[in-house]
């Protein structure tokens, strides 16, 4: 166990070159994967706050002809709706909520919307609740006094942008000690005449004064030789 300790202790050129070319490369791998992760974040966010832009004008005109307070959802006893509907509702209604205001009166709302009693002002809000941080697009109609809220869960895009890192990162990861290997080879190659002309050296006896054979040495050590 102490002659590894030593031996790990001595200088080497191979280990030098390993960590020169290893830990730029993992540099590397991290700085591929924090643009990646920021680029698809920034990307994800402007096409989902798009999308609630879409669905606050979308619930405006679907509640138009609207009056009386009414809420949405998904109920057990919908007629005509399959399994696979059922549950693809179940799923999308998960992440959103929606609310529309017109003049100061609540009309339209989904089950899961907000319970203040007041409308968000205009613009993006982040609210967090019990069921975590939600994203909210308020669509302000002065002329028809109508405030629309579409509300979006953030884990949702989350979710998409861990899925699309790890997407990124995960096969780099893996590939990571294959590459290693790969250049320890070359090194391990690049220094095999090195490593031939120290062990010519190494084997001589003090008393052997005859020239050292240069024709293998590498052309950085003739002058030592």
Known sequence: MSHLINRLRRPSITRRLLIGAGLPLIGLLIAIGTMGYNSARFEIDEVYDA??????????????????????????????????????????????????????????????????????????????????????????????????????????????????FWGLILPMTLALPLIALVIWRGIVWGLKDLRGFAASVRERSAENLTPIDTQAAPSELQTLA
């Open 51 to 164: 999308q609630l832009v879409t669905a606050a004008n979308f619930l405006r005109y679907y509640s138009t002809d609207m009056h009386a307070p009414q809420h949405t959802g998904i109920e057990p006893d919908v007629p005509n709706l399959t399994p696979g509907s059922r549950l693809g509702l179940a799923e999308y209604t998960r992440w959103r909520r929606f609310r529309v205001w017109r003049g100061g009166h609540l009309i339209l709302a989904s089950e899961n919307g907000l319970t203040t009693d007041a409308p968000l002002p205009p613009g993006y809000h982040n609210i967090r609740d019990a069921s975590g941080t939600w994203r909210f697009f308020t669509l302000n109609v002065p002329e028809t006094q109508e405030v629309i809220e579409a509300g979006e869960n953030i884990k949702a895009r989350q979710e998409l942008i861990n899925s699309i």
